[in-house]
């Protein structure tokens, strides 16, 4: 099998990866599928921010790392006592495989699985160590359980969801990260209401994907805001009721409510914005927190912000989502024509190209760009 390796972060981590090459593509040995575990063929993997966290040192993980964690593909192997799938069935790869025990998967929070959380970490899979090896056995950390930058990975049952062969496979590639967190950070953790306001901080697949998810909730006023004017159209595309950049904020939150948005959908990965997210609140008003900071980032606001005017900050990690259910609702609005996926869809390239692929992405010239094994 063939997979994207990083094996040491590039310098200072400002960019030029089309010439420092953080990612090769190299060979290794394909492994089985293991006891509840499924091995998958790459149909397209897909770009995404955290991705770029990883490799410019904001996401530490152990190296060296097969990356890649949004993908559809086709089951190729079925490990011991996994009865209830088929080869060749499609299916989107979710990096958060909830074990179904653990406290937070008992409370209905998969997302937050704490078996799964420790595994992530490690670079191994739910239900054993890593498997992926170099041709001289050397050991390849997973990704996120999924390691999708790749034409195969094996990953556990729990990270699959099969979906219908009539959802194209380039909207397919984006159910598992993007529209997963963008969407259910507004249905899950937002919880937001028919005729609330919403503003989204933050232009990019996931905050493109609350924008589509605050339209299919019914919201009022829906603001967009991103310093590239050049994404600009795509929110409102999306469904947006008004876009600005960040110093309009504020302006084009008086215009729309008069006191403030009721949520507030954090997509940037900026410890500044979630303060400034904080001050264009209504009273009662929730701001959410889907993006991320460098692990160094603090954030400090006026403590009376909580207790005083009733506000919440709230922290959405993959939208709180239930993926089986998620996903499934997600075919079904997007075959009503109501969740324009599409949009997210910059272009596709050969996996081979994926180290300029990571430049246009940190230079915000592309959306989603899926990769081609």
């Known amino acids: 099998m063939r997979a994207a390796i990083l094996r040491e972060l590039p310098g200072d981590g400002s960019g030029n990866y089309a010439e420092s090459r953080p990612l090769a593509i190299e060979e290794l040995a394909t492994p089985g599928p293991r ?59 979710v990096f958060v495989p909830g074990c179904g025990t653990c406290r937070a998967c008992a409370a209905g929070r998969p997302a937050l699985c704490h078996r799964a959380a420790v595994s992530n970490t490690a670079g191994d899979l739910l239900h054993g160590e890593a498997l992926l090896r170099g041709l001289g056995g050397e050991r390849i950390n997973h990704h996120l359980g999924v390691s999708a930058f790749a034409d195969h990975a094996v990953v556990a049952v729990e990270s699959v969801v099969p979906v219908p062969e009539d959802v194209p496979d380039e909207v397919a590639a984006m159910f598992g990260c993007a529209v997963l967190t963008g969407i259910g950070a507004i249905r899950h953790t937002a919880r937001l209401e028919a005729g609330q306001s919403v503003i989204v901080y933050g232009l990019g697949a996931v905050g493109l994907a609350a924008i589509m998810g605050a339209v299919l909730v019914g919201a009022g006023s829906i603001i967009a805001i991103d310093p590239n004017t050049a994404k600009h159209d795509l929110a409102l595309a999306a469904g947006a009721t008004a876009v600005g950049t960040p110093e309009q904020a504020r302006e084009l939150v008086a215009a729309a409510t008069g006191d403030g948005v009721d949520v507030a959908i954090e997509a940037s990965g900026s410890a500044r914005v979630i303060g400034e997210a904080l001050q264009v609140l209504t009273r009662g008003g929730a701001v959410i927190c889907v993006g991320l900071p460098h692990p160094e980032a603090e954030l400090t606001v006026p403590a009376l912000t909580f207790a005083g005017a009733g506000k919440r900050l709230l922290g959405s990690y993959m939208g709180d989502a239930k993926p089986a259910e998620d996903i499934a609702y997600f075919v079904k609005v997007w075959r009503e024509g109501r969740l324009p996926v599409e949009l997210l869809h910059s272009d596709t390239r050969p996996l081979e190209e994926i180290n300029q692929a990571l430049d246009a992405l940190a230079e915000g010239r592309v959306i989603r760009r899926l990769l081609k094994p």
């Not at 190296?63 to 890649?68: I, T």
């Not at 080869?87 to 989107?92: A, I, L, Q, S």
Request: proline fraction near 7%; include cysteine.
């Open 35 to 93: 006891a509840a575990e499924v091995g998958v063929d790459i149909i397209y993997s897909s770009l995404c921010h955290s991705d770029l966290s990883v490799i410019n040192g904001s996401r530490p993980r152990p190296l060296p790392m097969a990356l890649g964690h949004e993908a559809v593909g086709r089951i190729a192997s079925l490990g011991p006592g996994v009865d209830h799938l088929e080869v060749g069935t499609k299916v989107v790869l």
